[in-house]
């Protein structure tokens, strides 16, 4: 059983930026690909990144390239989301997935989720 523990959440202005952190306890996160979810008031759940268990693989939603980036930290089995050039529209509940397998999680077929993290952007 993999708990993946999200932080990094806030308020920011527009143009501010934030970084996201999930560790996932219960086993390491090397093991599994790794990804950010977000769903907006009203909305449907969308995928932001997505990230292979090497690091080696990486997937971005075309609205959020070039502005938000997902790393991983193997040694620190932690995986990053980071955030820049924020709009009022990134406003969500961020949620941290992961999955043995990168395709699946690409689909958004995540085998773990966590609580969510909430992020605010002020314009």
């Known amino acids: 059983q993999v708990q993946l523990v999200e932080s990094g959440g806030g308020l920011v202005q527009a143009g501010g930026s934030l970084r996201l952190s999930c560790a996932p306890s219960g086993r390491t996160s090397s093991s599994v690909a790794m990804g950010w979810f977000r769903q907006a008031p009203g909305k449907e759940r969308e995928l932001v990144a997505v990230i292979s268990s090497s690091g080696g693989s990486t997937y971005n939603a075309d609205s959020m390239k070039g502005r938000f980036t997902i790393s991983r930290d193997n040694a620190k089995n932690t995986v990053y989301l980071q955030m820049n050039s924020l709009k009022p529209e990134d406003t969500a509940v961020y949620y941290c997935?992961?999955?043995?397998?990168?395709?699946?999680?690409?689909?958004?077929?995540?085998?773990?989720w966590g609580q969510g993290t909430q992020v605010t952007v002020s314009s």
């Open positions: 997935a992961a999955d043995p397998l990168f395709a699946q999680l690409r689909l958004g077929m995540a085998a773990y």
